[in-house]
């Protein structure tokens, strides 16, 4: 019989023999390799936009490392650059949007393009399964309204959400029709992703821990549970992963509330809390800190031990608590997926 996918059989509740692993982030520019390809691409969106190459970044990691996942190379932000909005990314600036502050703006943005405008992610994911090792799951993805959102009214990373936020508290009627177009454009983005040949969906809510318990479950968990709703009523057996990152004891929340398969954790939640709290009812994904792979060696083999002792009986995945960062040296990373896959259940 053949074996299944470790990464969909964990995510199934299903022990496998080895505890599965991939990174957030493992495409990128921490790989020479990347920094080529990206080199050679006009811009960001460019490199996200063009099959052949979208497709050679995805793959770089899977080459160099035993990984059991791979995802879709693309961003966050190709949503609202598909909605009509202006979306550059900028050397060492981050993203910049030229942003929506009111109703008003709203009318320029429409789900009209927005199939035509990613169909090249579509047809990158049908290349890259065709490339993949047998044992080798491809993740699609997209970002949460909430912090897509964040951006598209912000303009850029990095500020404290005042704008966004001052919208959604002043005026939270027309503040809903942006998070409900973005429900729609998510909803059918991740659907056509699937039916491109994507085996698991995550979810990215990287600023969900900026919100109040109110406003996350307005704007956070609610509009996300509406996408794995829109999405398992075609798609019932295709896992989804959560990434609220940063809401601590919220957690128990999405995995009550939120319908998904797996919740993805960030660096500060305790292992013995999420094993106790969150493994019965979800799988976990997690949650080595990004730094302690950047460092390595004995402090990296210490924290990931920890973990796998708490987490490893499943159903878990590991990862970081975030994404890689640049800094990361890749001989750190196939260190670290050599102590996962050598690590034996008790
Ligand atoms: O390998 C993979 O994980 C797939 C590719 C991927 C990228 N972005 C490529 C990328 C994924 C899954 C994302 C998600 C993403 N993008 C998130 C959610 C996850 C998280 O990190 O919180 C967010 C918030 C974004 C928005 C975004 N895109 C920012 C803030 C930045 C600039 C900061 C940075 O890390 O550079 C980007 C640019 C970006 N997206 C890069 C990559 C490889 C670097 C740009 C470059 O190569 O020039």
Redesign the pocket.
């Known amino acids: 019989m053949k074996a299944g996918k470790p990464v969909i059989a964990a995510l199934g509740r299903q022990t496998t023999p080895q505890v599965p692993i991939w990174?957030?982030?493992?495409?990128?520019?921490y790989l020479p390799e990347?920094?080529a390809v990206?080199a050679r691409a006009k811009s960001?969106l460019e490199?996200?936009f063009t099959p052949e190459l979208a497709v050679e970044?995805?793959l770089q990691?899977i080459r160099r490392f035993p990984l059991d996942a791979a995802?879709?190379?693309?961003?966050?932000?190709v949503v609202p650059h598909a909605l009509g909005q202006s979306v550059r990314?900028e050397?060492g600036q981050?993203?910049l949007l030229e942003p929506i502050r009111s109703a008003a703006e709203l009318r320029n943005l429409s789900l009209g393009r927005l199939a035509e405008t990613l169909a090249p992610v579509a047809t990158a994911i049908a290349a890259v399964r065709r490339e993949l090792p047998e044992h080798v799951a491809l993740f699609g993805?997209a970002?949460a309204p909430w912090?897509v959102a964040s951006?598209m009214v912000e303009g850029s990373?990095g500020s404290e959400f005042a704008t966004v936020k001052g919208w959604a508290y002043r005026e939270p009627e027309s503040f809903a029709l942006l998070i409900e177009l973005l429900v729609d454009a998510t909803g059918a983005y991740l659907l056509r992703q699937v039916e491109a040949g994507a085996e698991i969906l995550?979810i990215?809510d990287?600023?969900a821990g900026m919100l109040s318990p109110a406003a996350l479950e307005r704007w956070a968990l609610q509009p996300t549970a509406e996408i794995v709703r829109r999405v398992k009523a075609r798609h019932p057996d295709v896992p989804i992963v959560v990434?609220p990152?940063g809401v601590g004891a919220s957690y128990a929340r999405y995995a009550a509330e939120c319908g998904c398969d797996g919740l993805s954790l960030d660096s500060t939640v305790a292992p013995e809390w999420a094993a106790a709290t969150l493994q019965p009812r979800v799988a976990v994904q997690g949650n080595l800190d990004p730094l302690a792979l950047v460092t390595g060696g004995g402090a990296m083999r210490e924290e990931v031990t920890r973990i796998l002792g708490r987490l490893g009986g499943g159903p878990f995945v590991f990862n970081l608590g975030?994404?890689?960062l640049?800094q990361t040296p890749p001989e750190h990373v196939a260190a670290l997926c050599e102590l996962v896959h050598d690590w034996k259940r008790r």
């Open positions: 990174l957030m982030r493992q495409a990128g520019r990347y920094r990206r960001f490199l996200c970044v995805t990691p995802i879709i190379f693309s961003d966050i932000l990314f050397e981050g993203p993805f970002g912090t951006y990373g995550q990215f990287s600023w990434f990152r975030h994404g890689i640049p």
